[in-house]
């Protein structure tokens, strides 16, 4: 009897040795865009010591600089979590006019900004001095986040309107009104996964109304494990108590929001 009880033990210890082998082992990781060093892989089974610059990927110019309208294509990419991001290139000519995720940190509240300043905010970034910038120049062609290696959980991120985006938003320019008081600008985020299939949908609305309050935590767990994540902007009014899309392919309002500390699980 003694010796079956011992033989059992060694069984159950063994298969759970072998179990804990098997189950992956994830790792909660903060994408706060800010230049730091860390002990970690890139994805192919290094484990060096890395530096992630985040500044080689802020343009010297707004709009019209080198890094986003060069005609070189744009792309940045976490070391730690392998999350990358480049152009969609929605007018194949591999700049930011076709939308985008651009590494940012331009801070100021201008009194009439203009799209000269679409990658600013009027607010400080959640951490540190870098944030990035979500430019959505068209729903058929959606900016994304994108894990270049394998799949992850992008658990949370925060997001606020930018300076440019908000100013129209209150006051109306030359080719858009001010928003009416029951109007509304929602965030689409969708999970595509590795052979391309769509995991979810989750909404967020950057204005319900014509106000919005400052950074707040946008929880993506429900996409569930993804290859990419792409990002689409609607507007619309609420009617009686119904929210009515007015569009669907291009945004009349700009179509910015920044994003910042990306909480990812892998």
Not at 120 to 139: D, E, L, Q
Request: aromatic share 14%; hydrophobic share 35%; net charge negative.
């Amino acid at each position: 009897m003694r010796k079956f009880t011992l033989l059992t033990f060694a069984l159950l210890l063994a298969a759970s040795c072998e179990k804990a082998q098997i189950d992956p082992v994830t790792k909660q990781t903060t994408i706060t865009f800010e230049d730091s060093t860390f002990a970690g892989g890139d994805g192919e089974g290094s484990s060096t010591v890395t530096t992630s610059w985040w500044a080689q990927y802020i343009d010297k110019l707004q709009y019209g600089g080198d890094l986003l309208y060069g005609g070189n294509g744009y792309a940045w990419y976490d070391n730690q979590t392998t999350l990358t991001s480049y152009l969609p290139d929605y007018w194949g000519d591999k700049t930011f006019f076709g939308g985008g995720i651009a590494i940012s940190n331009y801070v100021e509240n201008p009194q009439n900004p203009t799209y000269e300043q679409q990658l600013t905010i009027g607010v400080s970034p959640v951490s540190g001095k870098n944030f990035a910038v979500c430019y959505v120049a068209t729903n058929l062609c959606p900016p994304f986040l994108e894990f270049k290696y394998g799949t992850g959980v992008i658990e949370s991120l925060y997001i606020i309107p930018t300076a440019y985006t908000n100013a129209v938003v209150q006051n109306g320019n030359a080719f858009s009104p001010a928003m009416a008081q029951n109007g509304y600008i929602r965030i689409e985020a969708t999970g595509i996964d590795e052979k391309g299939g769509k995991t979810n949908t989750l909404e967020c609305y950057l204005y319900d109304g014509r106000s919005f309050s400052s950074w707040r935590v946008w929880d993506l767990k429900a996409l569930g494990k993804v290859k990419r994540v792409e990002f689409r902007m609607y507007e619309g009014t609420t009617e009686g108590g119904k929210r009515v899309d007015s569009t669907a392919e291009y945004p009349t309002y700009p179509n910015y929001f920044a994003i910042d500390n990306i909480s990812v699980i892998r």
